[in-house]
T-cell receptor
């Protein structure tokens, strides 16, 4: 099985940077995903990491360290619309490719 | 418009009633999934299917059943609803089940069982 931990809530100011950490314990690893979910809406894909290192995509970056079972999502130049829940999910190595999700981190951006 | 649709958007159901949540995708994705999302628990996988005609049990399958008669449709049935099944249900799909194949989510069904 897999255990995925991420903080429950984080607050940051508009224009600032926030880093959301995710740690995982897994019997098999085949990639880590980050999703964004606004209140009352469906999750939407943000990033995917399978190799160690940093993946950058505009204002969002995601980092992975497989040896440490650790990832973070970095949100730069925060905007009010970034207020949302951010979900970390790990894909296992079974043939079904199932994702195990963390409980999500609620990011609140203040003016 | 390509994507995933779910019906109904919301439903209030009496305990003991049978209910089917519908999910349809037009992206010709092979894999489909059903999740429930509860406050503080995140998304939990109920059932999944990696191709038409095959299904599997996820983390919380008890009380639910699914079928995958074709590529596009993946209905979720609650045979006899109980209050603990009150939740938001999301259907998702992906091209395949490996690598960086991301899952695309439907808009969700908010179900209340009284």
């Amino acid at each position: 099985g897999q255990n995925i931990d991420q903080p429950t809530e984080m607050t940051a100011t508009e224009g600032a940077i926030v880093q959301i950490n995710c740690t995982y314990q897994t019997s098999g690893f085949n990639g880590l995903f980050w999703y964004q979910q606004h209140a009352g809406e469906a999750p939407t894909f943000l990033s995917y990491n399978v190799l160690d290192g940093l993946e950058e995509k505009g204002r969002f970056s995601s980092f992975l360290s497989r040896s440490k079972g650790y990832s973070y999502l970095l949100l730069k130049e925060l905007q009010m619309k970034d207020s949302a829940s951010y979900l970390c999910a790990v894909r296992g190595t079974d043939s079904w490719g199932k994702l195990q999700f963390g409980a999500g981190t609620q990011v609140v951006v203040t003016p | 418009i390509a994507g995933i649709t779910q019906a109904p958007t919301s439903q209030i159901l009496a305990a003991g009633r049978r209910m089917t949540l519908r999910c349809t995708q037009d992206m010709r994705h092979n894999a489909m999934y059903w999740y429930r999302q509860d406050l503080g628990l995140g998304l939990r996988l109920i059932h999944y299917s990696n191709t038409a005609g095959t299904t599997g049990k996820g983390e919380v399958p008890d009380g639910y059943s699914v079928s995958r008669a074709n590529t596009d449709d993946f209905p979720l049935t609650l045979a006899s609803a109980v209050p603990s099944q009150t939740s938001v249900y999301f259907c998702a799909s992906s091209v395949e089940t490996s690598g960086r194949d991301e899952q695309f989510f439907g808009p969700g069904t908010r179900l209340t069982v009284l």
